[in-house]
């Protein structure tokens, strides 16, 4: 269980939301059977829970831009929030009042997301001048429900984490600590499962997953992450656990920072003649999950992950514009936070939502997917957004209308 401890306070205006009048309206129907079966054994939710988040994220995407333009300036960040009886809502919150639309929720705060997102970058180029995070640091980013700066530390080291944020410079007053039980580390697995190996011939093979196909000017490839290989090395297909199988091609690009340095997780392969990229994510014991866009997913939004280890596991985006400090020392800046389960090996693999929309890719987290207590999940995932990956190398995502 996390433990936070928090240094600012959200005042909330609640206004009656017209999602609830529409929680039994919306329809799972839509939805891939693999994605609401794992959607509803992950996030716990009944078919008329999953329905009624369904219609809230709708509302999310159809209002979200229109009222941070109408906010400007005053615009503190919009997330989709689950309630304690189970129910969704979509909530945007402002340093000053705003005009509700249907099925918004408005709230009052502190400071505005450019004044967080200034804070946070304070951080990242502390680290880009060149001084290092402690060990015990693990991450930060923007958290919109409390309206802070997240930093997140072990257990036990609320000093490293204050020395941290008071040589950085960045005003105390924005920051709120919270503990994590492990540190994330990368998602590369030298154990079996079923996805991609990398043999680069040091008597160890590599295993991750396969993102999302690709294209660039025509040749066809997959997205995965960087730390999954180099440029110029080969992958190999798993048919089985720790089996080279066929040749799938080389690494095209791929970065990923020296420990110590700092820099994004991603990578493409190009793909051999002979093979044929789909719009699709492996769904192992479900059908597969057709990928039709990559339409960005607000905060608070489910979201669910594919890959070789742990198969297909749901979250919620926690925190975007988030930056990991990994136990072998690398500092990754610009992931997603996610609270889907993950494990050694599943790196590179899918991120994606229910209708469809492709997230990113896999690069790192902690704990794992064997849950406490008899319950699924555990742990945070982070995952490198693909539209960002996309645009780096200049690949187009294979999709299904």
Known sequence: MRKTKSL????????????????????????????????????????QQLAQYLQTERIAAQQEKALQKQLGASYAGSW?????????????????????????????ARRSLAELDASKARLDMFIAQGAKAPKDVYAWSVHL????????????????????????????????????????SLRMDVLGGYGILRNPGDGYLYACSVGFSVTQNGAPG??????????????????????????????????????????PDRAWVRLDAGHTPRPTVEGYTSADVTVHGSTEAAVGAAICRSGRTSKWRCGAIRAKNVTVNYSSG?????????????EGGDSGGSFITAPGQAQGVLSGGSGNCKGKGGKPGGGN???QPINPLLSAYGLTLVTSP
């Not at 306070?9 to 891939?32: N, Q, T």
């Open 8 to 47: 600012i306070r959200v005042v909330s205006a609640p206004l009656a939301l017209a999602v609830a009048m529409v929680a039994g309206s919306a329809s799972a129907a839509d939805v891939e059977p693999a994605l609401q079966a794992a959607m509803q054994r992950d996030l716990g939710l009944s078919g």
């Open 80 to 108: 989709i929030e689950r309630k304690g009886d189970g129910s969704y809502s979509f909530v945007v919150a402002s340093t000053r009042s705003g005009k509700s639309a249907a099925g918004v929720e408005m709230r009052r």
């Open 145 to 184: 429900p409390t309206n802070s700066v997240t930093v997140s530390i072990a257990r036990g080291a609320e000093k490293a984490g204050i020395d941290f944020v008071a040589r950085s410079g960045i005003d105390a007053a924005t920051v709120r600590f919270e503990t994590l039980d492990e540190q994330p």
């Open 222 to 263: 997959f997205a995965t992450a960087g730390h999954c290989g180099n440029a110029g090395e080969i992958t190999y297909y798993e048919p089985s656990q720790w089996t080279l199988g066929v040749r799938l091609g080389t690494y095209a690009a791929s970065n990923f920072p020296n420990p110590g340095q700092t820099g």
């Open 330 to 342: 690398e500092t990754i800046l610009s992931l997603t936070q996610t609270t889907a389960c993950s």
């Open 381 to 383: 995932s982070y995952f």
